[in-house]
């Protein structure tokens, strides 16, 4: 057997890792090809019809991808922007068939494996790209409970008025 510089062998194995990656992705996401349209759903999206128990397992399968970014060892930001696809997907996919469809369009596992590809490649600009998102997230979600709160203060001071 032929002596493999250790870096070549991680190399290697990123490849084909990766290679794994972006065949589960395909098929929980884009395996199966709706005739007469040039759309595409995966497994996940038919284990997703089954309630509840179906997205369950879907986000399983999907945290699979998480786990190996992990292991791979992807920055915190990388990480909670992947899992941030999955928990959106897993959360959007409980509602009865709009959830579904919406599963089907997502695409997180295509998503995540994009984003681990994008880290593997260059790092730094994956991390802050990714902490932007984070940000945004944030900042989004900061401005909605600032509405709603809002909203709620002016509706109560209403009814009680």
Do not use: H
Request: proline residues 4%.
């Amino acid at each position: 057997m032929p002596f493999v510089e250790p870096w070549k062998e991680k190399i290697r194995d990123k490849k084909e890792i990766r290679r794994r990656l972006e065949r589960l992705a395909w098929l929980l996401d884009s395996s199966i090809p709706i005739p007469g349209t040039r759309f595409s759903i995966g497994l996940e999206a038919l284990i997703g019809l089954v309630p509840f128990v179906g997205d369950l397992v879907g986000v399983l399968l999907s945290a699979t991808i998480l786990a190996e970014a992990a292991r791979l060892g992807a920055g915190k930001s990388v990480l909670a922007r992947m899992a941030f696809n999955v928990a959106l997907e897993g959360l959007v996919g409980l509602i009865p068939l709009a959830g579904d469809a919406f599963d089907a369009a997502w695409k997180a596992n295509q998503r995540n494996v994009r984003l681990l590809g994008a880290w593997l490649d260059g790092p730094a600009r994956a991390e802050r790209s990714s902490k932007l998102f984070l940000f945004m997230v944030i900042l989004g979600l900061t401005a909605f409970a600032a509405v709603t709160l809002s909203l709620t203060y002016l509706l109560l001071r209403w009814l009680v008025a």
